[in-house]
């Protein structure tokens, strides 16, 4: 099992900047991808940034040029700096872990924390 623990959410006015937090514990060193999502009110959860083993990162369009995800210490942290925030960015923020791929891929997830922009 892995587990997750997102801070760093909070209020900020359209333009501002947030360093989201993740703290993993756990079978850590089993992990391959980490990444953050985000869900907004009536819908899909969405991917925002990932990253995996050898340090590729793949970013959602409304992303890129803003958002930089970024890891420590073996997966025990992972972050998101998000720069020149927009009101639609507003949503529950969750870290995401997964372990293996295909069939035998196990996905880990965090409680979530909440980012609101406000204009």
């Known amino acids: 099992q892995v587990l997750l623990v997102e801070s760093g959410g909070g209020l900020v006015q359209a333009g501002g900047s947030l360093r989201l937090s993740c703290l993993a514990s756990g079978s850590i060193a089993r992990v391959n991808t980490m990444g953050w999502y985000r869900q907004a009110p009536g819908k899909q959860r969405e991917l925002v940034a990932s990253i995996r083993d050898g340090g590729f990162s793949n970013y959602a369009d409304s992303a890129k040029g803003r958002f930089t995800i970024s890891r420590a210490d073996s997966n025990r942290a992972l972050y998101l700096e998000m720069n020149n925030l927009k009101p639609e960015d507003t949503s529950v923020y969750y870290c995401?872990?997964?372990?293996?791929?295909?069939?035998?891929?196990?996905?880990?997830w965090g409680q979530g924390t909440q980012v609101t922009v406000s204009s």
């Open positions: 995401n872990a997964k372990i293996g791929s295909g069939w035998a891929k196990q996905d880990f």
